[in-house]
């Protein structure tokens, strides 16, 4: 199975503030990985798919990087509505597999 | 609009079954694989389960491997997962979600239906 490391577990910033979340895959998952964003009692929003691919309707300072085993989800200004639980999910091979997620907090 | 609407969770106990129901609407169902994941409380993701388009191929985490089914009626537009055997740690939130062919990978996930197993 492939494992997904993510980091960090937690955060806290600032609003404003330049976020990098990583993911690293156990071995090469190309670019099947995507980000989403969770708010407390709310359903997982895709932010980003294909690794950097921007889903529609997402604001243009979230970004997605990386390709093989390393990712990253960058967030460039922080926004008060940016507070939540991120996850990365690979879609390579089967078990699919999240991370275990960042909670960012103010 | 793209809609996935969950169903039949309940409290059940432990050693029970459970049939879960996932009800699409806005899209040809028939073009999508589609996914379970669920959510123990306060806790992460946990991608559960997957079915195909038009093969109706499978595959399923280890922790259900051999206790749940999942299947799917391109008739009804629906996608099902019979729960059985189930376990304290199979209480969770659990989705259905919809997966796109090729990198594209999972968009649009239902609301949730709750899954309590007491002893």
């Known amino acids: 199975d492939i494992q997904m490391t993510q980091s960090p577990s937690a955060m806290s910033a600032s609003v404003g503030d330049r976020v990098t979340i990583t993911c690293r895959a156990s071995q090469g998952i190309s670019n099947y990985l995507a980000w989403y964003q969770q708010k407390p009692g709310k359903v997982p929003k895709r932010l980003i798919y294909t690794a950097s691919s921007l889903q529609s309707g997402v604001p243009s300072r979230f970004s997605g990087s990386g390709s093989g085993t390393e990712f990253t989800l960058t967030i460039s200004s922080l926004q008060p509505e940016d507070f939540a639980t991120y996850y990365c999910?690979?879609?390579?091979?089967?078990?699919?597999?999240f991370g275990q997620g960042t909670k960012l907090e103010i | 609009e793209v809609q996935l609407v969950e169903s039949g969770g309940a409290l059940i106990q432990r050693g029970g079954s459970l049939r879960l129901s996932c009800a699409i609407s806005?899209?040809?169902?028939?073009?999508?694989?589609m996914n379970w994941a669920r959510q123990a409380p306060g806790k992460g993701l946990e991608w559960v389960s997957y079915?195909?388009?038009?093969?109706?191929?499978?595959y399923y985490a280890d922790s259900v491997k051999g206790r749940f089914t999942i299947s799917r009626d391109d008739a009804r537009n629906s996608v099902y997962l019979q729960m059985n055997s189930l376990r304290d740690e199979d209480t969770a939130v659990y989705y259905c979600a919809r997966e796109w062919p090729g990198p594209d990978g999972v968009d649009v996930w239902g609301q949730g239906t709750t899954v309590t197993v007491s002893s």
């Open positions: 079915i195909s388009r038009r093969y109706n191929i499978v």
């Open positions: 806005g899209f040809t169902f028939s073009d999508y694989a």
């Open positions: 999910l690979q879609h390579n091979a089967y078990p699919y597999t």
